[in-house]
């Protein structure tokens, strides 16, 4: 292993920072990533395993409080009402993720212009366009053409089978002339590029040993490592360095897999740890120029967190669903209540995404994502026996606007296994979310209703989903405005002209969709306009 | 691992957390042998059997025969145990559904499948594109609904 210095040192393998590299693999520059974690081999999965639901509960948790692998750090959520999810290693969180591959629209770009909340993004919708459809082709999206609720574009592959699940849920919003659409999904509905369609096996988050899903290990880290991009894996980053004459990054110093601690140079450091991952780095750069963290002179990294808060709606129908049969996350998507409607008590919007149901054992420890285990004895039987396999349920999936007041911070307590400050999360939904939740799971029951559900199932209390904080956005967000935002609009900070942010913290706002296809778009987006630029790169 | 008096009344105590169904056709948890998963359990839960020999004292305590006990007094005393030992008495619960729907024969009764979902899956059909076309017809009528 050669600490020799390289053009660009990328730190974290997951799904914008391998994006990120293939975007600049033309340019012939020496390509470097590090990354914390291993790599993991299709046989590990434990969805080839007789008892794989297990597995959701140990070593393949999406929590990484509960998996506590050595390459995981943990993450402070005492003070937040969403615990933070994901994964460390080759691949990132697209290990884990369900796949579902929805664009931000239009309108999410705008907030601001359109609505007088949160910010306008310094990038659109038409710029990332292009964008959108290159990191299409490069994973492999399977959907439906024609969907109203976009300007037009059209997924390479046909959508998954909707299923039982989704012919019935999309009757119910048929009746009641609410828009739907087969989800666009990051899951291959046919053989495709070398890697075997989708088996419905329903497990996405146990990772997907067929090669079906989109997640980076099987995209674009092949590509990668074709073009000979160097990736270091089990590599922990504890710090990235700053001539303190220049104000440039030099390089980082990580932990390698020797247990020492090495310096890598660079000419150009870009950070793709998320959410929670890269305001924990900065905050752990501190130096004399930057006392408060790297690029913080703005005092804005890790705040204006945000997540997508959810619920849940379920349906018990008079005939088996067969909702643990595709991919678990999605089958269709409503749009009908996404855009501001000002008859609405609360502003911005929300989708309604039907999930499928779950295995088993999961259902009977509360539901993916929740413990609230079902209850014990007769009311069990009932419950495993009368509603389990009939069941069709809708999740709600809200906009969370950004507040300052949610943030990262340094846990000083608590460090992972090398030492390093742990990052704290402080969150908790506005009034305006908890509107947004209420009016969605009232439109979810009317939408089951109309489906011909004979019972709705409906949580008690106003409290989300716990173990959702998959998606982590806007800690390090963009912007024109040095003092109020981490990067310009095209992820460089506005403190350190070497340093790239390329991941979901750059957001400004959240949308309500899953945020994977626009994370890799920005990612890729950045990489043109660095090689844009690269002549006054530095300027 | 718990043998003897005890592994009866975990037995007796397992069917109660889940129990048979009223035909026979889907087995109890302590039928189903999820006693045999709980020592091997710490993956899940630190020091399972604390819980479990928590569990199973505080019955004792409450019951000197639970064996000798009808059902509806079985439920009153495992109720009561849940009451001063919350902490245990939902370890076992969470473990014992763990246990029980972990096993591949177990899968089937409730519709799901025995196999490892890989590589074998599901076998779900493709929705026709006539079919596409007809179930999403009136939102394509209802024309975009997105601000630009």
Not at chain 1, 195 to 209: E, F, P, W
Not at chain 1, 258 to 279: F, M, R, S, Y
Not at chain 1, 412 to 439: C, F, Q
Request: with cysteine; glycine share 10%; net charge negative.
């Amino acid at each position: 292993m050669s600490n020799d210095p390289v053009d660009v040192l990328i730190i974290g393998a997951g799904a914008s920072g391998a994006a990120f590299a293939w975007s600049i693999i033309d340019t012939r520059m020496r390509i470097l990533c590090l990354e914390q974690g291993p790599r993991i081999a299709d046989k590990e999965f434990p969805s080839r395993r007789d008892d794989y639901e297990l597995a959701r509960y140990a070593e393949f948790s999406c929590d990484p409080n509960v998996r506590r692998l050595k390459q995981d750090y943990p993450i402070n959520s005492s003070d937040s009402c969403i615990a933070p999810v994901n994964w460390n290693g080759v691949g990132g969180s697209t290990i884990n993720f369900l796949g579902h591959w929805v664009r931000m629209k239009p309108s999410d770009f705008k907030a601001r212009s359109l609505d007088g909340v949160a910010d306008d993004w310094p990038v659109d919708y038409p710029t990332l366009e292009p964008f959108y459809e290159l990191n299409d082709r490069n994973t492999g999206v399977s959907g439906l053409g024609g969907n109203p609720a976009y300007p037009p574009y059209c997924p390479e592959l046909p959508p998954i089978p909707i299923g039982k699940l989704g012919q019935t849920l999309a009757n119910g919003f048929n009746k009641l002339g609410w828009h739907w659409w087969p989800s666009d999904v990051a899951i291959l509905s046919q053989d495709h590029d070398g890697r075997q369609k989708c088996v419905n096996a329903g497990t996405c988050d146990l990772g997907c040993a067929a090669g079906a899903k989109g997640g980076t290990n099987f995209t674009y880290w092949p590509m990668l490592e074709n073009a000979r991009v160097e990736l270091r894996t089990e590599c922990r980053v504890r710090e990235i360095l700053v001539d303190q004459s220049t104000g440039f990054a030099t390089g980082v110093l990580y932990h390698g897999p020797d247990g020492q601690v090495h310096e890598q140079k660079a000419e150009l450091v870009v950070l793709a740890c998320n959410g929670i991952g890269t305001p924990r780095l900065l905050l752990n750069s501190t130096s004399r120029l930057f006392p408060d963290g790297l690029a913080n002179r703005s005092g804005k990294v890790g705040k204006f967190l945000m997540f997508h808060p959810l619920t849940g709606v379920a349906g018990v129908f008079d005939e088996p669903m067969r909702g643990h049969e595709g991919p678990m996350a999605c089958a269709i998507l409503s749009q009908e209540f996404y855009e501001t409607d000002p008859s609405n008590d609360f502003v911005r919007g929300y989708g309604l995404h039907s999930g499928r149901s779950t295995t088993p054992m999961t259902y009977a420890l509360g539901g993916y994502g929740i413990d609230d285990p079902i209850p014990w004895g007769e009311a069990h039987r009932e419950v495993m026996d009368g509603q389990y396999p009939y069941l069709a349920g809708l999740t709600v999936v809200t906009e969370d606007l950004p507040e300052e007041r949610n943030c990262v911070t340094l846990d000083t307590g608590l460090t992972d296994s090398d030492g390093i400050p742990a990052p704290k999360v402080a969150y908790r939904i506005s009034e305006n979310t908890r509107k947004m939740l209420k009016h969605g799971e009232e439109r979810s029951k009317e939408a089951l209703l109309a489906a011909g559900a004979k019972t709705i199932l409906a949580k008690n209390g106003d409290s989300v989903w716990r173990r959702a904080g998959w998606h982590q956005m806007g800690t390090c967000r963009m912007g024109k405005d040095p003092e109020t935002s981490v990067v310009d609009g095209w992820g460089r900070s506005h403190d350190v002209k070497n340093l790239f942010i390329v991941d979901g913290s750059i957001f400004v706002t959240s949308g309500a969709v899953n945020p994977t296809s626009t994370i890799q778009a920005l990612a890729l987006y950045i990489g043109e306009c660095i090689k844009s630029n690269i002549g006054n790169l530095f300027d | 691992m718990v043998t003897g008096e005890k592994r009866q009344l975990l037995d007796l105590i397992l069917d109660e957390l889940v129990p048979p169904s009223a035909d026979g056709r889907i087995p109890g948890a302590g039928e189903a042998g999820v006693a045999e998963f709980l020592p091997s359990s710490e993956s899940y839960v630190p020091k399972p059997l604390d819980a479990v020999n928590s569990v199973l004292s505080s019955v004792s305590a409450k019951s000197a025969d639970f064996s000798a006990l009808d059902r509806t007094e079985r439920v009153s005393v495992l109720k009561a145990v849940e009451a001063d030992k919350p902490e245990s008495f939902e370890t076992l619960v969470r473990l014992t559904y763990m246990g029980y729907y972990s096993q591949p024969g177990i899968r089937p009764l409730f519709g799901v499948g025995a196999h490892p979902v890989h590589p074998e899956g599901y076998a779900v059909e493709r929705e026709s594109d006539e079919l596409l076309a007809e179930l999403t017809k009136s939102v394509r009528s209802r024309g975009s609904n997105y601000r630009a």
